[in-house]
């Protein structure tokens, strides 16, 4: 199977970005549709091993994913339809047929297929014709996130899915939300947590607001200082240099 990693050109458009928009795919279920593109061809059933797409994204983002968080976005393309599982032998070795996207999507209208016969009674050079198609197929593969995008994506749906966790929503199309994305993982869950312990939704209005103004004052680094803490911030803040009768 790895052997056939990368036979396949990547088919991906703008047709399944914006379904997966739709269906709020997130990145990681995203970027394994697309590795399971890779493994055949579309529409013939084959059979992958989710530890080798596993090993795969080892090495671009530096560590596997858990087998429950694999296991989750596995079924999240199946529930989508955009995998049928056909026999499951094992967690991760599957017999499967990844959906062509023409599968998922509506058929057009008659309506729309009529537009489409009248405008096509207009002539079109050839070359233009090719030229056009060149430009379709290029900007599609743009699509393609490289490995800075893929694990900037992944940390950014931490982010968003551990606030998500406590009821407090951000949405990623709102400017504000820029700010919340700045912070490391590791400082948004001492804020959350810290959000908790000031009393929650009940006491916090703006919990939005509030988490931003969290990180960036660190509002839970002033709650561990107590009086010796403060003494000997005292101490380093004062000059060494004070006359003997200060």
Not at 6 to 30: G, M, R, V
Request: proline share 5%; with cysteine; hydrophobic share 35%.
């Amino acid at each position: 199977m790895t052997q056939n990693l990368f036979k396949n050109n990547l088919s991906w458009t703008e047709a399944h970005d914006a379904y997966c928009y739709q269906h709020h795919i997130p990145p990681a279920a995203k970027i394994l549709w697309q590795w399971l593109i890779r493994q055949g061809q579309i529409a013939s059933e084959i059979e992958p091993d989710l530890s080798e797409f596993n090993a795969w994204v080892a090495k671009v983002r530096g560590k596997p994913y858990a087998h429950n968080y694999l296991k989750k976005i596995f079924d999240i393309l199946v529930s989508c339809r955009v995998l049928q599982v056909i026999k499951q032998y094992s967690w991760k070795i599957t017999k499967l047929l990844v959906r062509p996207i023409t599968w998922l999507n509506p058929p057009k209208k008659v309506r729309e297929k009529k537009l489409y016969n009248q405008n096509s009674s207009y002539d079109l050079d050839p070359s233009n014709k090719i030229s056009v198609d060149e430009e379709v197929c290029s900007s599609s593969n743009n699509l393609t996130p490289t490995t800075a995008e893929f694990i900037e994506l992944e940390r950014q749906h931490e982010i968003l899915s551990v606030c998500a966790e406590y009821q407090i929503y951000f949405d990623p199309n709102k400017r504000t939300t820029r700010h919340l994305l700045e912070f490391d993982i590791e400082d948004v869950r001492k804020a959350l947590k810290h959000f908790i312990f000031r009393g929650g939704h009940q006491e916090i209005r703006d919990p939005q607001g509030w988490l931003i103004s969290c990180l960036r004052e660190c509002y839970w680094a002033d709650n561990l200082l107590d009086s010796s803490g403060f003494i000997e911030l005292l101490k380093s803040w004062f000059p060494s240099n004070l006359p003997r009768d200060y």
